[in-house]
């Protein structure tokens, strides 16, 4: 369990299958959370418990998925993930959503992915991290330039959504600017808010 002041990430156990099967089948939680990703939707019970038994046998030294969870009542709030981790190159790629709706722009999410960057640069010798959202997620593309990722590059109109086009944004973080940033953290915690 990885403990925050209003998240902790934990691992996921069969019961997280009910929040995922609902957040999975809101579509304004899909539409925010993986826009144009035809691996997160709507799907059925059976689904779902099938990806739940391959979630849980992942090797952790090569991808996870975590349940987040609010500190004050343990509700599951969410999820994270890392994956594509490959230690020869140094990269891996993570991803966050919050599927309770009354726990959007709060800063739940931010936390929950910051928790997750510390805990893959503090455990694997990495040296980027990467992940990515879709132009009209702009709630998501602020959190991820507050938490020190930049963002590298857009695919441009590569993301249909209701007949519409959107930008994917594509953002990274290199190990040397976590570090800055933990040691900014340690010197002014509030510094980084």
């Not at 030294?61 to 509700?75: I, Q, S, Y």
């Not at 963002?151 to 086009?165: C, F, H, K």
Request: net charge negative; proline share 4%; charged share 30%.
């Amino acid at each position: 369990m990885i403990e925050g002041r209003a998240v902790r990430l934990r691992a996921v156990r069969a019961e997280d299958a009910e929040h995922q099967l609902r957040w999975r089948n809101d579509p304004e939680v899909v539409r925010l959370a993986a826009a144009g990703d035809p691996l997160f939707g709507p799907t059925t019970a059976e689904a779902l418990a099938d990806r739940f038994e391959r979630i849980l046998r992942l090797n952790p030294r090569d991808g996870g998925v975590l349940t987040v969870e609010e500190t004050g009542g343990g509700r599951p709030i969410g999820m994270v993930d890392y994956r594509d981790l490959d230690p020869y190159e140094g990269v891996a790629e993570v991803g966050i959503f919050i599927g309770e709706r009354d726990f959007w722009g709060r800063g739940h999410g931010s936390e929950a992915l910051g928790l997750l960057v510390d805990h893959l640069f503090g455990t694997f010798p990495l040296h980027r991290l990467e992940l990515d959202t879709w132009s009209g997620n702009e709630r998501a593309a602020r959190a991820f330039t507050k938490l020190g990722f930049r963002e590298e590059g857009r695919r441009r109109a590569a993301v249909l959504l209701a007949g519409v086009r959107y930008d994917r944004l594509l953002f990274g973080m290199l190990r040397e600017e976590w570090e800055a940033r933990r040691r900014l953290h340690d010197a002014a915690p509030e510094a980084l808010g």
